[in-house]
């Protein structure tokens, strides 16, 4: 069984790592934007009451986008954060008449995303008792702790390690008492590392390591191939 959810979509970024004029969001792989092959996957469900995607009010470039008249696709000012935008859509959904338990969140910039990952994160969480749910997997390389001036001083237990991906599954409540216990000034690099300071109780949840996230142009090339082998493009 899985819960009515909604989504939120992060992508007021300008994505200074990436290089470009345009933010990265919407590069094109083939005919479509990074942006539309991250949302297309929650698509894919009849539980997912909507796409509540934070842009930025200098960004005109999502005007232009394929899904602009999808009714389930909504679009919100956001923040000058990742975290700020985030909570601005966690505010839309909260004004709007949708009647969701959970809410994910997910980065504009991960094409690669599985529908199956969604499909069995949704079903895992609906099985226990968590507050929220990371996507992830393991990490395979060795980590070497380097100093400031790139010294090697140890090598951790890979084996207490993950490397988080999104997206990042929350129950409504949860999100929004995060948001309220946040203090003014203090920012997150996800969502689930806010809710760790107000002892959620948070599952990891295996997934495929193709899940990657576009930061630098050379991404596009293993992010087209990724997509290719899905059968996606």
């Given at each position: ?8 979509i992060?992508a007021?970024?300008?994505?200074s ?5 345009k933010p ?5 792989i083939?005919n ?5 092959f ?15 995607l934070?842009?930025s009010?200098?960004?005109d ?5 394929t ?7 909504h ?9 700020l935008s985030?909570?601005?859509?966690v ?6 008449s949708?009647?969701y338990?959970?809410i994910?969140?997910h980065?504009?910039?991960?094409p ?6 969604v499909r069995g994160?949704l ?10 749910s990371?996507?992830?997997?393991p990490?395979?390389d060795t980590?070497k702790?380097?100093?400031q001036n790139g ?5 951790a ?6 490397r ?6 929350f129950t ?7 948001f309220?216990?946040?203090e ?8 689930a590392?806010?809710?760790e300071?107000i ?5 990891s949840?295996?997934?495929?390591s193709?899940?990657i996230?576009?930061?630098?142009p ?6 087209k191939?990724i ?7």
């Amino acid at each position: 069984m899985i819960n009515p959810f909604v989504v939120i979509i992060p992508a007021a970024g300008s994505g200074s790592r990436y290089l470009s004029e345009k933010p990265k969001q919407y590069s094109l792989i083939k005919n479509k934007t990074v942006l539309e092959f991250s949302i297309e996957p929650f698509l894919d469900f009849s539980e997912c009451l909507g796409i509540c995607l934070s842009v930025s009010l200098e960004d005109d470039f999502w005007k232009s986008l394929t899904f602009i008249n999808n009714p389930k696709i909504h679009f919100t000012e956001g923040g000058g954060t990742r975290l700020l935008s985030v909570k601005a859509g966690v505010e839309f959904w909260k004004k709007s008449s949708a009647s969701y338990l959970n809410i994910l969140v997910h980065d504009s910039s991960r094409p690669c995303l599985r529908s199956s990952d969604v499909r069995g994160m949704l079903e895992d969480f609906s099985k226990g008792h968590f507050d929220a749910s990371v996507l992830g997997s393991p990490i395979s390389d060795t980590l070497k702790k380097v100093s400031q001036n790139g010294l090697i001083e140890e090598t951790a237990d890979r084996s207490l390690f993950w490397r988080a991906f999104t997206p990042q599954l929350f129950t409504k409540e949860i999100l929004e008492r995060g948001f309220d216990s946040l203090e003014e000034g203090i920012n997150f690099t996800d969502e689930a590392g806010m809710i760790e300071k107000i002892s959620a109780k948070i599952r990891s949840y295996n997934g495929s390591s193709d899940n990657i996230k576009i930061t630098y142009p050379e991404d596009m090339n293993l992010a087209k191939s990724i997509l290719l082998s899905q059968g996606r493009l």
